[in-house]
């Protein structure tokens, strides 16, 4: 099988241009396939801001409702997609911007309420409706494809989806046909036993030493939901999944020794 990278960039490359230049430098140069998936959250947040409209939050996360579906849509698919697309095009990398409703590859639905109305948010389907045809047919074309964190509900509708559950969703549903690490690249060197100590990155992880260092309660508790999906992603067929800072991109994607690996 072809080896593939899907990589997910957090919000602090996106949000700072040095980072980002850096990133995307890197990114096209990275040889062989690759799908390149973003957020930009706060980017979004100080554009509403300046539009007179605050971020909802409730317990930490956003609510979109009808007017900050509209902000992310514009924001996201427009103007963080289309110039993270033209920056690649730039350094020689030839990308195609696309949400979950391009070629229907993500089909999703809206978050049904239980004790809080999230607003448009979307939960995708299971991987295996995810259109691997279409992205198929892109890598063989030698095109990459970079995902903004929506989707859609089949009904007309966007949805504003997290963007580590599209890049995991993605990494399952192509590893069908691909020999797929999943990569999440952010500002920290991995997965930290001190979150204060840069120093102490964890460079292998497994199911039982997870447990292990959940059970002491040793890994920070932000990573928690990051490291379930990362083994369900293993589970379901993704070949590793490496959480590293998005400055070492390189040799991560080579199989180097930055970052933190995780395997089953």
């Known amino acids: 099988m072809q080896k593939l990278n899907v990589i997910k960039i957090g919000g602090n490359v996106l949000d700072n241009a040095d980072n980002l230049e850096r990133f995307l430098t890197d990114f096209a140069l990275l040889p062989g396939l690759k799908v390149l998936v973003h957020g930009g959250g706060v980017i979004a947040s100080e554009i509403g801001k300046k539009m007179g409209m605050e971020p909802i939050l409730i317990n930490g996360r956003r609510v979109t409702d009808a007017n900050t579906l509209h902000l992310v849509t514009m924001v996201y698919g427009g103007l963080l997609n289309k110039n993270l697309v033209a920056q690649l095009q730039a350094r020689r990398c030839n990308a195609l911007g696309l949400t979950g409703a391009d070629a229907n590859v993500i ?43 929506l989707t859609h509900d089949g009904e007309g509708n966007m949805l504003n989806t997290n963007a580590d559950t599209i890049a995991s969703t993605l990494a399952v549903a192509l590893s069908q046909n691909f020999e797929v690490n999943l990569v999440y690249s952010f500002e920290k060197k991995g997965v930290l036993l001190d979150v204060e100590d840069e120093t102490s990155v964890i460079p292998h992880l497994q199911p039982d030493y997870y447990a292990e260092l959940k059970e002491k309660g040793a890994i920070f508790a932000g990573m928690l939901p ?24 390189q040799d991560i994607a080579a199989g180097g020794n930055a970052g933190t690996r995780i395997t089953l």
Request: hydrophobic share 50%.
């Open 107 to 149: 089909p999703a639905h809206k978050r049904p309420v239980k004790d809080i109305d999230y607003g448009f948010v979307g939960d995708v389907e299971s991987p295996e409706q995810v259109n691997i045809t279409f992205l198929a047919s892109l890598a063989e074309q030698g095109i990459v494809p970079v995902f903004a964190a």
């Open 226 to 249: 990051k490291l379930d999906n990362a083994f369900v992603a293993l589970e379901a067929g993704v070949n590793a999944v490496i959480i590293g800072h998005a400055a070492d991109i």
